[in-house]
């Protein structure tokens, strides 16, 4: 899932700048199950902006909603008057949300109330850990299902620098060396060899290196471009 | 191999000495946080005619200091060889190929290929890193660049190629300990040529892993050195002891340095007079010193260790006590 972190109430304040109208927009799908964004998290947040602006004698006038998804634009047409409505719209999605609400609709003024973290899974309740950088060539073939591209702080392709102590990362005891991780899981596998292979200098150009990326389906699409 | 008409790969100093079969001495410089040529002249000075080479640090513990290869040229002016680090830390492989053919271009033949350490230590933490590649992938590439005269992507050099002896490091120490000789094994498979393993001071332990070395066969490829270093105080050996990951250092080593001071053990800084004080860390070093010594003398009975890398950062006065001290001065003639 993305996971998201909701941003400190004085930077969302500060966002709304002279607004009137404030429409918190939840989304119910990835920030919903990490806890950031959904219609439980936008309710909260609104009351707290209520709640705020009361004690600064400058009353806002607040609603709430939250969609099934923000990143599609099928499910902001079911909100599309109360978007056209406000004077700014709080977004409580991933900042692909943020996005969709500001393409999709021009005259309408969009900000996020979250910071969009990263791509990965509660490890247990209340603890979310990064899995997947989407480097968009995936090498989770070879490396045991472990990834270092996102979970080794030097993105090391060949193994663990000296920096990896009893399974830590030296830039802080709370993450695990993933090298040593692959090490351990590709030893109980028997299959260390792929560790004394000289893994190339990695293609960055499918990743975010490359620029924005676009996906095209021609076999799923319903107006081809040379039509 | 390379196209030398000498039979060497690039002739540098250091790869003589290493070819002539004599335990080769390195040191190290660490350029300025400033664009000052003089402390590098006068860093310079103190190791001159010690070693055969020097380590010339790249941004070392990610604060930012003068270039490198820049230093390195100051360095070579000098009439010392520098040995050129390079980290990925901080540049992709179009920077790192383009600083090698400027290096190459200033005559600097040595090169020591790392990841680099985090920015998260260093002085701009919020920086972001490069990491195109790894230590291993640099080492192949430049080992490329001189055998077959060809960039990372394939392409030819129009003309002069950059040639350097390629080096690379080991941590003997760090975790997980049994893939360490593998991984040393890899880098030297991968082109190295020399290796700067991380700071010894358990022999014992270093001996274990010399052996598992010399039974992959990979010490005969590649001339192996050990790094070392005087320590200052009981304090800073117990410091990297507890906090120094992939350093080992043995209570016998803080016991010595420990004694060395005993007559105003149990005496905090504040409560000492300052020549007192002057007068503990002398003590302090001397044993620090003649720990070093010891050191390289037991690294030197070690079958497959090709020379010494001393480590004596912002204390470069002790490189000569140490070599006079491991009788490895005068430096052979190659």
Redesign the interface.
């Known amino acids: 899932m993305i996971t998201g972190e909701q941003k400190p109430l004085e930077e969302i304040q500060s966002l709304l700048g002279d607004a009137k109208k404030v429409l918190v927009l939840g989304c119910g799908t990835c920030v919903t199950v990490c806890f950031a964004g959904g219609s439980r998290e936008a309710q909260i947040l609104s009351s707290s902006l209520r709640m705020a602006s009361k004690l600064n004698k400058q009353p806002l006038d607040v609603t709430d909603l939250t969609v099934q998804r923000q990143c599609e634009w099928e499910y902001l047409d079911e909100v599309e008057k109360e978007i056209a409505d406000a004077d700014v719209v709080l977004s409580l999605a991933c900042g692909i949300g943020v996005q969709a609400i500001a393409e999709h609709f021009p005259e309408s003024w969009v900000v996020p109330g979250l910071n969009t973290t990263f791509l990965g899974l509660p490890t247990e309740q209340g603890v979310w850990e990064e899995r997947c950088a989407a480097c968009g060539d995936c090498i989770l073939g070879i490396t045991g299902g472990i990834c270092p591209i996102a979970r080794c702080s030097k993105t090391l392709l060949n193994g663990p620098c000296g920096g990896s102590e009893a399974g830590h990362c030296e830039i802080d005891p709370d993450i695990p060396c993933v090298w040593q991780l692959i090490y351990d899981r590709l030893i109980s596998k028997g299959k260390q060899d792929v560790l004394l292979e000289l893994q190339k200098p990695k293609n960055w150009q499918v990743s975010r290196d490359g620029g924005p990326r676009k996906i095209v389906r021609e076999d799923l699409r319903l107006i081809s471009d040379e039509a | 191999m390379s196209g030398n008409d000498n039979g060497y790969l690039v002739g540098s100093q250091l790869e003589k000495m290493f070819r002539a079969g004599h335990f080769a001495v390195t040191g190290e410089l660490g350029p300025p946080q400033s664009a000052d040529p003089e402390v590098i002249r006068e860093k310079a000075s103190l190791l001159k005619g010690l070693v055969d080479a020097v380590n010339i640090t790249d941004n070392q513990t990610a604060i930012v200091r003068m270039s490198s290869i820049g230093a390195g040229t100051i360095v070579l002016q000098e009439g010392l060889e520098p040995v050129i680090q390079m980290t990925?830390?901080d540049r992709n492989?179009l920077a790192i190929q383009a600083d090698l053919l400027g290096a190459h271009a200033l005559g600097m033949r040595n090169l020591l290929c790392l990841?680099?350490?985090?920015q998260?230590?260093g002085n701009h933490p919020t920086a972001k890193?490069v990491?195109?590649?790894?230590?291993?992938?640099m080492v192949?590439?430049v080992t490329e660049m001189r055998e077959k005269g060809i960039f990372?992507c394939g392409d030819e050099f129009k003309g002069t190629k950059a040639s350097f002896l390629v080096g690379a490091?080991a941590?003997p120490f760090?975790?997980?300990i049994e893939?360490r000789p593998?991984?040393l094994?890899?880098k030297i498979?991968?082109g190295a040529n020399f290796i700067q393993t991380?700071l010894v001071y358990d022999v014992k332990e270093f001996s274990k892993y010399m052996e598992k070395v010399r039974d992959l066969g990979v010490h005969k490829e590649a001339f192996i050195m050990a790094g070392v270093g005087p320590i200052k105080s009981p304090g800073m050996a117990k410091y990297m002891k507890n906090n120094v990951?992939?350093i080992l250092v043995p209570d016998d080593v803080i016991d010595r340095m420990s004694e060395a001071g005993k007559k105003w053990a149990g005496k905090k800084a504040a409560d000492l007079a300052p020549e007192e004080k002057k007068a503990r860390s002398k003590a302090w070093q001397e044993e620090g010193i003649k720990v070093c010594i010891d050191l390289i003398k037991e690294i030197k009975k070690i079958d497959g260790v090709a020379g010494v890398h001393i480590m004596a950062i912002e204390w470069e006065e002790a490189v000569k006590p140490i070599v006079e001290g491991a009788d490895l001065f005068p430096r052979p003639e190659v």
């Open positions: 990925c830390r492989r990841t680099g350490d985090h998260i230590f890193n990491y195109d590649m790894d230590s291993l992938q192949n590439m990372e490091a941590a760090a975790d997980p893939f593998l991984r094994a890899k498979k991968a991380q990951p992939g």
